[in-house]
């Protein structure tokens, strides 16, 4: 997806055009959350197939294998589906990451907090409208519609197929959530949770379908984006806070995972988010 974000509703009439026909399991280029206040979703992610009667909230993060179709449910299908990359969301994405890898679809209240939601993504789309949408109005109602959505999702979320590789994982973000900018190896975070490094890949592989490392450098890579847009520090001080002693191998890792040099990012976000 070119587009930083995008925002769009699925009606009962699209719900119902679906019916019938065949949808492959695919993955994105991009992160999508989907909002659901009328109707149900059928989602196959993370290898098991679910039903969800809205109200409801659904993350499928960038790269993950799924299916999902919207279906009617007492004769309504009322979903708002925001997709966008994640350089867009970079200050709080690899939290989204962390709040939803072990369960995808999350029902929600469907007073108050849900009408709150479904009006910051109409006040959301009504932006994208305009001739010259202002992206940074977007982002901070997004922000508003993300902390609402945490602050609402239930705390005690387990998934039918809990069991101890998503324990692990979640003991593993916290862990790297205090050292990511440190310049420690994957044995650092294997030891802190009495395990093996290639145990430690089979955990991450199991749950994210990524090792150990490729999550290391994505948290990093991350927090180089939100210090590249939201900060003045130098390409060289960003790299070293995050744990790159070497500016030139900072940005050799950051445009091979990006395409862009964080010269690049830093120029083309400001231009776009300002």
């Known amino acids: 997806m070119e587009q930083l974000f995008k925002i ?8 119902k055009a679906l019916e019938g026909q065949k949808i492959e399991p695919h993955v994105h280029d991009f992160e999508e959350l989907i909002i659901g206040a009328k109707g149900k979703i059928s989602h196959f992610i993370d290898f098991e197939d679910e039903t969800v009667y809205a109200p409801f909230v659904s993350f499928v993060t960038m790269g993950k294998p799924h299916l999902l179709r919207p279906q009617v449910h007492e004769g309504e299908c009322d979903l708002w589906v925001i997709r966008f990359r994640s350089e867009f969301m970079s200050e709080v994405i690899f939290k989204m990451y962390s709040y939803f ?33 202002g992206l940074i109005v977007i982002k901070q109602l997004f922000m508003t519609l993300l902390t609402i959505i945490n602050h609402e999702r239930p705390t005690n979320i387990q998934s039918d197929s809990a069991n101890s590789a998503s324990e692990t994982y979640t003991h593993f973000l916290h862990i790297l959530e205090e050292n990511f900018r440190r310049n420690v190896k994957i044995s650092f975070y294997a030891e802190k949770l009495f395990m093996s490094e290639r145990n430690l ?14 999550i290391i450098e994505t948290r990093k890579l991350n927090e180089a984006k939100n210090l590249l847009v939201n900060s003045n ?19 050799k890792v950051f445009k091979r995972k990006t395409g862009y040099t964080p010269t690049a990012f830093r120029k083309e976000m400001k231009q776009l988010i300002s």
């Open 8 to 15: 769009f509703r699925y009606t009962t009439e699209e719900a």
């Open 101 to 133: 890898h072990n369960r995808a679809n999350v029902t929600l209240p469907g007073d108050q907090c849900f009408d709150r939601l479904m009006t910051l993504c109409q006040m959301m789309y009504d932006e994208t409208q305009r001739p010259a949408p």
């Open 233 to 251: 520090k130098t390409i060289a001080e960003i790299g070293f806070e995050i744990g790159y002693n070497e500016k030139a191998y900072f940005s």
């Open 201 to 214: 890949n089979i955990v991450c592989q199991e749950v994210m379908q990524q090792s150990a490392g490729e």
